[in-house]
């Protein structure tokens, strides 16, 4: 039973470029989030999503910054523009239900790393 | 204030001891309360969830929840250097469903 997957693993971008991550929940789960780890932090979290919908984005910086989770395939997390501020650590979780005492699991992360 | 505190560690016990870690949070409506262990470079991996007043116990954790003060703390019994983590707390609040987190205190199990 495959957990939350998420790729790439490590993505490298200059300056300027766009960053796209992919997260595939467990299966079973239809709700995911996005958390963001900047080095020797605790996680923040971004944004909630179900199949075709935002349900929460208050953690999401209004711009550059966008999510998806389309009807069919991976959610992405996209950072237009990139800049070396946004070098951390993106993981995402997913959860069977929505109840906000569902647990939520995690995928191994993508590090990206800014130029 | 944060809204979830933790003191960062690191935090130094034998081989064999109990580790005690501890967790505030400052929103009284926080319903659903996490302990996730982390090793460095890795992802977070759930360990307990506790979501009533008292002890819930799961093999050599155990976590112990005080809604009246606010507090949440994990006892790691017969510590084993493979525990040497950071250890995050994590908060659910009854009206969302995203978690917050505190910044992890970091345990160090000395063989």
């Known amino acids: 039973n495959a957990g939350v997957m998420q790729n790439p693993r490590h993505l490298v971008r200059r300056r300027g470029q766009e960053a796209r991550l992919r997260c595939s929940p467990m299966k079973g789960h239809s709700h995911v989030y996005w958390y963001r780890q900047l080095p020797e932090e605790g996680l923040k979290f971004m944004v909630y999503l179900q199949k075709e919908n935002i349900i929460d984005e208050s953690g999401m910086p209004k711009e550059r910054f966008s999510a998806e989770f389309p009807k069919e395939g991976p959610s992405i997390l996209r950072i237009q523009q990139v800049v070396r501020g946004d070098s951390a650590a993106y993981f995402c979780?997913?959860?069977?239900?929505?109840?906000?005492?569902?647990?939520?699991?995690f995928g191994p992360g993508t590090r990206l790393t800014v130029l | 204030q944060k809204e979830v505190e933790q003191n960062s560690g690191p935090l130094s016990v034998p081989e064999g001891a109990i580790a005690s870690l501890n967790c505030t949070y400052s929103d009284r409506v926080s319903q659903s309360f996490f302990w996730y262990r982390q090793y460095s470079g890795k992802s977070p991996e759930l360990i307990m969830s506790i979501y009533s007043n008292g002890d819930k116990e799961d093999g050599r954790f155990t976590a112990q929840l005080n809604k009246a003060s606010q507090y949440v703390s994990l006892l790691i019994r017969d510590s084993q250097p493979s525990d040497s983590a950071t250890y995050l707390c994590?908060?659910?609040?009854?009206?969302?469903?995203?978690?917050?987190f505190g910044s992890g205190t970091r345990l160090l199990v000395r063989p």
């Open positions: 994590a908060v659910g609040l009854d009206s969302s469903y995203k978690l917050i």
């Open positions: 979780a997913s959860s069977p239900l929505r109840d906000p005492s569902e647990e939520q699991f």
